[in-house]
């Protein structure tokens, strides 16, 4: 339960400021009454911070850098530079949190712009470009804490982007740009509630919000928003597809984010996933086998995660055309890949577990089923659909 608190906190902190507050700051001069005072009012660098982040949400980290290294060079004391740095390590984060392979950079980064800011506001006590870094700089923080289950080091965080978020209000109801946090925060202060009941008592000391309000003004942030336009659609397709079934909707939006960035993984990966919900065989197969072709390829961020779910679409296409052969040697793979990803309780892998124990059974090889079947129950909880096919199929035929 403990957990489960600080892990609101930062989520409030840092979907609600955190994940919008670089594109908040660039380029809105009604949000403050004295544009000349902030960095990131300036026109010509609104552009070319727009140009280097759509850079680098596809992907292309040393492009990115070299602009950020440029901007660094002629502010080396503003946060901007090491914050954007920071931003491209946490996507390189993002596409398989398990792993901790960038969190020292990520950190480092975060901690040279949250150092910088501070200079600016122990300069300015009014500065709210200061502000919004500080905010921006704990609420991630936070959120990689939890990731890390560091719990004191996520709650030191999240109270700290809290204080700041306060000092960085603005004239946030005027502009699209500025809705996300709020968008955000309306949804899930009562979707927490519905799906944790216990949970009730906490969520009464933060502000009443209205889920149907959120995804209005989410909606709203993705359709007409500049800066905040790509974080709300993230957003967005993961509403549409998990809590608001509208799987056609989340496909709309990850085919419009895979083309825009094709060599995003994680939005490839999106799209083949929705293709797949909805039914469009031929499409998911094409987009899983160049996911797997990618990854053959090294290509940058596409790895073990996003290969055990390109594998197992594969899999079920074969496993629907009656080609069992074919859907072994996938199902394997997405064993193999889930492995290599530490993911043995995701469901792709405990359903390929299922499905190579029956493709066995099929083979005559009761042996090789009854492991797969034992494998299920070890990784699966209980009431999990997949430990209870294994079950009844062990108690079927006697295993």
């Not at 905040?228 to 993230?234: F, G, L, V």
């Not at 197992?312 to 990803?341: H, P, W």
């Amino acid at each position: 339960m403990r957990s489960i608190v600080i892990i609101i906190i930062i989520v409030f902190t840092q979907i609600g400021i955190a994940r919008n507050c670089l594109a908040q700051n660039a380029g809105q001069d009604s949000v403050f009454n004295s544009p000349s005072k902030y960095l990131l009012l300036d026109k010509a660098l609104q552009y070319r911070i727009t140009k280097s982040i759509n850079t680098m949400y596809d992907f292309n980290f040393p492009a990115a850098e070299r602009d950020f290294a440029v901007i660094a060079y002629q502010y080396p004391e503003h946060p901007l530079p090491y914050f954007l740095v920071a931003l491209g390590y946490w996507w390189r984060i993002e596409i398989d949190v398990t792993k901790e392979t960038y969190d020292q950079p990520f950190l480092k980064y975060l901690d040279m712009a949250i150092e910088k800011a501070e200079v600016m506001l122990d300069a300015d006590k009014t500065n709210k470009e200061a502000a919004f870094f500080l905010a921006a700089g704990y609420g991630f923080q936070g959120r990689l804490y939890s990731e890390r289950k560091s719990w004191t080091k996520a709650a030191w965080a999240g109270r700290n982007a809290l204080k700041y978020m306060e000092l960085s209000r603005g004239e946030e109801e005027f502009n699209p740009e500025l809705l996300l946090g709020d968008a955000l925060f309306n949804y899930f202060s009562v979707w927490i509630p519905e799906n944790y009941p216990l949970l009730k008592p906490v969520m009464a000391l933060f502000p009443k919000g209205n889920k149907e309000l959120g995804l209005r003004q989410l909606e709203e942030v993705a359709t007409n928003a500049f800066y905040t336009r790509i974080e709300a659609q993230y957003f967005l397709f993961r509403l549409y597809a998990s809590e608001e079934k509208k799987p056609y909707e989340a496909l709309q939006i990850s085919e419009y984010l895979h083309l825009k960035f094709p060599n995003n993984p994680y939005f490839h990966r999106s799209y083949a996933r929705h293709l797949y919900t909805v039914g469009r065989w031929n499409e998911a197969m094409k987009q899983s086998y160049e996911i797997l072709d990618r990854i053959d390829a090294k290509q940058s961020g596409y790895e073990s995660n996003s290969g055990r779910y390109a594998a197992f679409f594969v899999a079920q296409y074969y496993d629907r055309t009656k080609e069992s052969k074919e859907a072994k040697k996938y199902y394997l793979k997405t064993i193999s890949y889930g492995e290599e990803s530490e993911s043995q309780e995701s469901g792709y892998y405990l359903h390929s577990l299922v499905q190579l124990g029956i493709i066995s059974m099929e083979e005559g090889n009761k042996a090789q089923a009854k492991k797969y079947f034992k494998e299920v129950k070890k990784y699966a909880k209980r009431k999990h659909p997949s430990h209870v096919a294994a079950r009844e199929y062990l108690k079927k035929n006697k295993l």
